[in-house]
């Protein structure tokens, strides 16, 4: 009875999400940098998150495709904050010092953050994102913080 009651407690606070959103998330060196990203609404308080970055380097060229399932809750008026699981495939093709080093790699994901949506269809979001990567070039937990700049529809 009070799992329900809690669980009815935070449903009923998450704010209602737009259906859409696009834009870019500004991640750091510890990831790919920036990413297209877009989120699509699943119910009043999930949605889905796919974020495609890639990269062109001196020593390599890289990209990434990360999906990730979110739960939105409220925080305080326009203010949100969400966790989310996920995963993705990222590839890499070495060059210079790194040659020889290509592969597509499988990797976890998850992520955690707020974000504060205008009333003008913009929403800024800063998360944190581990990752976790099952290759050889990608072998290991990598952690990325990104400043996420959408237009919500």
Known sequence: ???ALVGFTITSNAQQISDNAIGLRLGDSNGLGTEISYQRALGNDTRLEVDLGWRNGNDYNAFQLTGLHQWVYLLDGNFNWYVGAGGGIAAFDGKNDKKGTDETALFVAG?????????IPLLLSLDFRPTLGFGDFTDGLNFDIALGVRYQF
């Open 111 to 119: 992520d955690i953050g707020i974000e504060y949506a205008f009333d």
């Open 1 to 3: 009875m009070a799992v």
